[in-house]
């Protein structure tokens, strides 16, 4: 819509920021817009209610001085609705305005120990099973989460964070301490002397905004193609707004400021330390601190691709988990849009190894197409339980299968910050259907002995270790210690006892926004058992 409607540079920084801004803290938002309003705020028209949350979040999240936010606001009511409304929405503003965050949250979340579960869903703006889901993943009880400080609450905060993009340098194409000097470079080029004023402000008649988190750049970073649909036919509002040509595309609904450098007010950090950027798990991750990856020649020229460091490490531990026999057939199951097919591929290089890549969306088959250009892999349009009857997919026939499987999303919620309240408790029961038997077809598909990783972007219990303890029950699928891989071991080593110990979960890798300011994606690897059929 920015570039539709012709946004750019500080407005469009402005807008990125309300708008994500207010998607975040809906949930806070409407607990305290119902204590501001004389009407129950679920019979309030939608219109109206989005008009409230956007001066809400001015009044409560940002610097945006109170009068602006009020009248900013009731003026959008008077263009966008009629009189009346205009009046209700400075009525209720006005009775917002009269209190600071801190004081509202006394009096609408409700005291941590009497109800934790409502305490954290309205402090941290999550729908409470949600809360619950993350508890479970984290083994917090109620009783924990009563306690000040519980992990849960890290989690839920972790995700109203803004995320920071992250590179993966393709090998055999760009090596990372080359991506890192590439981009100290670019930034020091877009760099221009800090402006003596505060940071950015929209260029509109209303005074700028502040906000309370950093400062808002035009970019939502670190947009990736992120919760995933669910069925053969994805329908939109399960995929989720995607970036346009896939995770090489950087973020999809960032806009791109045109000249970069208009938007910069602070001195780019030292050009001589590359090394700084390089990333903690992924051997292959590279920060992006700030910019458009669009703006990177590498990122431009397909050298590198915009990928989160959990979803890197996640494909580098599949390529490189030891493996006896050949390895020359490595298949992704479920492609779409292709970040892990793409750094799939590029590894095989060098490894002689050819990708077949199947996604069952064929808009999803087109961007998987483009992200292994010039790659050894075929991309087939195809569903992926139909490993045995589809003529390119044999049973038996891949050394290295990846299920990246359609999930919840819940571990990349703060990438995507409408998801949280567009997913439902009753989306579980069907996702996890669809993963158990890709997740079955995945290890007809390995020959005995051969890996399958299996991995999610959420932390759902349900889409996680116990449908992994489930399906290797079934078919004799043995788990194998994600451990083996360095780089996975020493993120495992983030996850505190008794997880990290305890056999039944030490195989798994549970990746968390807050621990490892990555996704929070799942990890676990299994080994087709030697002379067993499915
Ligand atoms: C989590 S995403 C995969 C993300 C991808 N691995 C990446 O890194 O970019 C899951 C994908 O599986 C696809 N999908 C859903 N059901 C499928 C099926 N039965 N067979 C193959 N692909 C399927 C979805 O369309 C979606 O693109």
């Not at 991506?179 to 209303?206: D, G, N, V, Y």
């Not at 970019?219 to 509002?237: A, H, K, R």
């Amino acid at each position: 819509m920015l570039v539709e409607r012709r946004i750019t540079g500080r407005d469009a920084a402005f807008v990125t920021e309300l708008t994500y801004g207010t998607l975040r803290h809906r949930g806070t938002l409407d607990a305290i817009l119902a204590a501001g309003s004389s009407r129950p705020i679920d019979k309030v028209d939608l219109r109206v209610l989005q008009a409230l949350r956007l001066g809400a979040y001015q009044l409560l999240f940002t610097r945006v001085p109170d009068h602006a936010a009020v009248a900013g606001t009731v003026e959008v009511a008077r263009v966008a609705l009629t009189d009346g409304p205009a009046r209700f929405v400075n009525a209720v503003l006005r009775r917002v305005a009269e209190r600071d965050l801190a004081d509202w949250l006394t009096e609408v979340v409700p005291p941590l120990g009497d109800d934790p579960v409502a305490h954290l869903a309205i402090r941290y703006s999550h729908p409470e099973w949600v809360v619950r889901a993350f508890a479970d993943a984290l083994g917090e009880d109620v009783a924990r989460l009563a306690e000040p400080e519980s992990e849960t609450a890290k989690a839920l905060a972790a995700d109203n964070e803004r995320p920071g993009v992250d590179l993966a340098a393709r090998p055999g194409r760009i090596d990372p301490l080359e991506l890192a000097t590439e981009i100290r470079t670019e930034l020091t080029r877009w760099t221009r002397p800090p402006a003596p004023e505060k940071p950015a402000e929209p260029t509109s008649p209303e005074p700028g905004p502040e906000p309370t988190g950093p400062e808002p750049t035009g970019l939502e970073p670190g947009l990736e193609p992120g919760p995933e649909p669910t069925g053969p036919e994805p329908g939109p509002e399960l995929t989720g707004p995607e970036a346009p040509s896939g995770e090489d595309s950087g973020p999809a609904a960032a806009p791109e400021p045109e000249n970069p450098a208009a938007e910069r007010t602070e001195p780019a950090p030292p050009a001589d330390d590359p090394s700084s950027l390089l990333g903690r798990w992924s051997p292959v991750a590279v920060k992006l601190p700030e910019g458009a990856p669009g703006n990177i020649p590498a990122v431009a020229d397909g050298r590198a691709h915009v990928q989160d460091e959990g979803s890197q490490l996640c494909a580098w531990s599949l390529a490189t988990a030891p493996l006896d026999g050949p390895d020359a057939r490595w298949l992704d199951l479920c492609a779409g849009p292709g970040g892990k097919a793409g750094l799939l591929a590029s590894i095989g290089v060098d490894r002689g190894a050819h990708l077949t890549a199947v996604e069952i969306t064929e808009h999803r088959a087109v961007l998987v197409q483009q992200a292994v250009e010039g790659l050894p892999a075929t991309v087939l349009t195809a569903d992926g339980r139909d490993v045995g009857t589809h003529p390119d997919l044999p049973e038996g026939g891949f050394d290295r299968v990846l299920v990246d499987a359609p999930c919840t999303g819940l571990g990349a919620l703060r990438r995507r910050p409408e998801a949280r309240w567009r997913k439902e408790p009753g989306d579980v029961p069907a996702l996890a259907k669809l993963q158990r038997e890709l997740l079955v077809a995945a290890l007809r598909a390995a020959r005995p002995g051969g890996l399958v990783a299996y991995v999610t972007c959420s932390p759902h219990l349900a889409e996680t270790r116990v449908l992994v303890a489930d399906v290797c029950r079934r078919t004799g699928a043995e788990p194998v210690d994600v451990r083996i891989v360095p780089e996975a071991a020493a993120a495992a080593e983030l996850n505190p006892t008794p997880e990290r110990v305890s056999a039944s979960r030490a195989a798994a890798l549970q990746l968390w926004p807050h621990r490892h300011g990555t996704d929070a994606m799942f990890l676990s690897l299994l080994r087709k058992p030697v002379g067993r059929h499915d």
